[in-house]
């Protein structure tokens, strides 16, 4: 797993950086970490196994991913009882200021650390 350190380098060096390169270096996202997170804000709130379809991927695999976004921050579970008994688990991203505020938070922290280093120039 890349470091914070390496992902803020990487992301310097990319001329015009997107979405996909914030999430890569801000959370460690990797791509398909990224491409679930992109389908499940898009799809608004879904199952894993819905989520495994919209993305054409294993259920485990899937399964294994929205545990890491979960850990993150970037996704939340809710669970709804069936009428059968059970329950099933529904998962959606964070609303869009939630998600903005943690960016912004990490970019504060990142911008706090290069003042850092810059300060330490002729030390």
């Not at 379809?53 to 009882?81: A, F, M």
Request: net charge negative; proline share 2%.
């Amino acid at each position: 797993m890349e470091s914070e350190e390496e992902a803020m380098k990487n992301l310097l060096s990319i001329e015009n950086p997107g979405m996909d390169d914030l999430l890569r270096c801000f959370f460690g996202l990797k791509i398909h970490e990224i491409d679930a997170f992109k389908a499940l804000k898009d799809a608004g709130q879904v199952t894993g196994e819905q989520l495994a379809d919209i993305l054409n991927k294993d259920k485990s695999g899937v399964h294994r991913t929205l545990q890491t976004l979960l850990l993150i921050g970037l996704v939340e579970r809710d669970y709804r009882l069936l009428r059968s008994g059970g329950y099933i688990f529904l998962y959606h991203t964070l609303p869009p200021e939630r998600l903005k505020d943690i960016a912004r938070l990490k970019l504060k922290h990142w911008h706090e650390t290069i003042g850092s280093i810059i300060e330490e120039f002729g030390e």
